[in-house]
């Protein structure tokens, strides 16, 4: 075989290797996207977690979500320094938003800081403006974010 005998030109193979070409770029810019869309899932999913057990007025629940420890309750010595008591004034109904009836997730940036973590940004009992909930990346608290 030389130069000149070379094989006759397929347009079906073509056509099918041009369209697998353009599925897996649209396949790979997809899983691109939805990944960027859902990269803080973990942390809103915390927040939202926070905030649905205190619509639900579950005080100790929502204070070992904001701790990141469920059975805080049988070392709470460990949070004397924001004991549950002190919690349930800010976060209950003589708190600044009073009853927490709702909660809407508005989204969410990485934040800047001493201390690596995302900012999450929830609308609460339809306020116009969002309240800045800092979660910590490395040992997964909440805190309100003061800027």
Do not use: C
Request: proline share 7%; charged share 25%; no cysteine.
């Amino acid at each position: 075989m030389s130069l000149l005998d070379a094989p006759a030109y397929d347009e079906a193979r073509e056509k099918r290797r041009r369209t697998i070409i353009i599925v897996v770029v649209v396949v790979v810019l997809l899983i691109a996207a939805l990944g960027w869309h859902f990269r803080h899932f973990r942390q809103e999913r915390e927040v939202s977690k926070f905030f649905t057990a205190l619509e639900q007025k579950d005080y100790p629940k929502a204070y070992g979500i904001y701790y990141n420890d469920p059975a805080w309750q049988q070392h709470p010595e460990q949070y004397k320094q924001y004991p549950l008591n002190e919690f349930e004034r800010d976060w209950g109904p003589s708190g600044d938003f009073g009853y927490i009836t709702t909660h809407k997730m508005d989204g969410s940036e990485v934040g800047k800081g001493p201390s690596n973590g995302v900012i999450v940004f929830v609308k609460v009992n339809g306020r116009p403006e969002p309240t800045k909930m800092f979660v910590d990346d490395e040992k997964h608290t909440l805190t309100l974010w003061p800027f």
